[in-house]
């Protein structure tokens, strides 16, 4: 047994369901690339089951977007590979009127350090306003409310104002979001 097959078969674990078909695709033809000789194409093959991969995962991710209210619509933007690492997705919720974008950002390097800040109250009143929703403390940077989820999802919306976002942004699954990726 090669010492690529464990690699193969741990990323098609990883995808579940989402995209199986291509992801299985992407791998199998990485074997066979793998098998002939041809790394360069193998690469290929695995960076874009990579892809599958993050695309299932952003789409995971989107799930945790709440639902507009009556009277607002969404539209989602998946990022599975968003620039900083990790991956972003964002709402765009609208009514008469009215726009915000709430954006989830996960498995970034740069919301470890954001997550020490959250939990010291000191550097938080110093970043902004302090404003609690659905029990989730978050910070209000001049109407930009933003929080991070067991250390490793942020949790950002702006565009309106604070109480117009708190009502979506109360209606989340904050406590099944900290599993997200488990």
């Known amino acids: 047994m090669s010492r690529v097959a464990p690699l193969i078969a741990a990323l098609a674990l990883a995808a579940g369901p989402v995209a199986a078909d291509d992801l299985a695709r ?3 033809a990485a074997r066979t690339a793998y098998d002939a000789g041809d790394l360069q194409a193998a690469l290929e093959e695995l960076d874009n089951a990579r892809e599958h991969i993050q695309t299932a995962r952003a789409e995971r991710l989107a799930a945790f977007l709440p639902a507009p209210r009556d009277g ?4 989602v933007n998946l990022t599975p590979a968003d620039p900083i690492g990790g991956i972003a997705v964002s709402g765009s919720y ?7 974008t709430l954006t989830l950002v996960a498995d970034s390097p740069l919301i470890t350090g954001f997550a020490g800040m959250m939990r ?4 938080m009143t110093q970043m902004g306003q302090i404003r609690v929703i659905d029990e989730k403390v978050f910070i209000d940077n001049g109407g930009e409310l933003t929080t991070v989820v067991g250390d490793r999802v942020l ?4 565009g309106a104002t604070p109480t117009q976002m708190s009502h979506h942004l109360a209606a989340m699954d904050f406590d099944a979001l900290s599993g997200f990726g488990s």
């Open 155 to 158: 949790v950002q919306a702006g």
């Open 120 to 123: 010291d109250a000191g550097l």
């Open 94 to 100: 609208s009514d008469e009127g009215t726009a915000f």
């Open 26 to 28: 992407s791998l199998d």
């Open 72 to 75: 607002w619509e969404r539209t």
